[in-house]
C-alpha cells in the first residue's frame, strides 16, 4: 500500500465526519434571521440598518421610490417625527388623508414574520382603517421568537396597565391578493426598518 492511498482513505473519512448525520438535531437560525426569512417570504421589505445615517438614508430612500412626501405620512409618535425630522404636520395630519402609516412596534414574532402592536402603536384606529402602505421602525432587541414569547415580554413591560388593541401587522404577498379568500383580509405593504443597537 502507498503513501498516497493511507493519504486519500484519511481524506475520504474527514469528509464522511463532516456530513450531517440524520440522527444529529439541525442547526437553527438565530431569531433575527428567522424573522427576516419568514417577514420577507410573506412580502414584506425588510430593511437592516447598522447606523443612525444609515437609518435616515433608508427610511428617505423609502419615501423617494414611493414618490411619498411629509404630506402623505401620518405619525401619531412624536418621538419617531423628532428622531427622523419630519414636520409636526404628520402628528396632525388626519389618517384618512394619508398614503402612508409611520410607526413602532411593540415586538417582532420570529416565527410568523408578523409585527406585534397595541394601542401604543395604533391609539384606537383599527388594522382596516390604517393606509395600505405602513413603514414600520424597530430596533433588533425586539425580536421575539413567538406570539407567547412576545406577550409575556409585553405583559412584564407594562405591569401596571397592559396595553389593549393588541393584533400582528400582516405583510402583504401580492400574489394572494388576487384570491376572493383573501378579500378584507387586514395585509399590508409593509416596509420594516430594523436598527442595530
Known amino acids: 500500500m502507498s503513501f498516497w492511498n493511507i493519504f486519500s482513505r484519511k481524506k475520504k473519512k474527514t ?28 412580502g414584506g421589505r425588510f430593511i437592516f440598518c447598522e447606523t443612525a445615517s444609515e437609518l435616515n438614508n433608508n427610511f428617505n430612500n423609502i419615501l423617494d421610490e ?26 396632525n395630519l388626519e389618517l384618512n388623508q394619508s398614503n402612508v402609516f409611520f410607526t413602532t412596534c411593540e415586538y417582532l414574532i420570529a416565527n410568523k414574520g408578523n ?25 433588533i432587541n425586539q425580536v421575539e421568537s413567538d406570539v407567547s414569547a412576545g406577550m409575556t415580554k409585553l405583559k412584564n413591560k407594562y405591569k401596571n396597565k ?18 376572493f379568500l383573501s378579500y378584507g383580509n387586514s395585509a399590508k405593504n409593509i416596509y420594516l426598518l430594523l436598527q442595530d443597537e
Open 15 to 42: 469528509e464522511k465526519s463532516k456530513e450531517k448525520s440524520p440522527f444529529l438535531p439541525q442547526i437553527k437560525d438565530p431569531i433575527e434571521i428567522l424573522f427576516a426569512k419568514n417577514f420577507t417570504k410573506k
Open 66 to 91: 414611493n414618490k411619498w412626501t411629509e404630506k402623505n405620512i401620518f405619525c401619531n409618535n412624536e418621538n419617531l417625527i423628532l428622531k427622523f425630522g419630519l414636520s409636526f404636520n404628520s402628528f
Open 115 to 139: 409585527i406585534l402592536v397595541s394601542n401604543n402603536q395604533l391609539k384606537n384606529f383599527k388594522l382596516n382603517e390604517l393606509p395600505i402602505n405602513l413603514i414600520v421602525f424597530s430596533s
Open 162 to 179: 397592559v396595553p389593549s388593541n393588541i393584533t400582528t401587522l400582516k405583510p402583504k404577498k401580492l400574489i394572494e391578493e388576487n384570491d
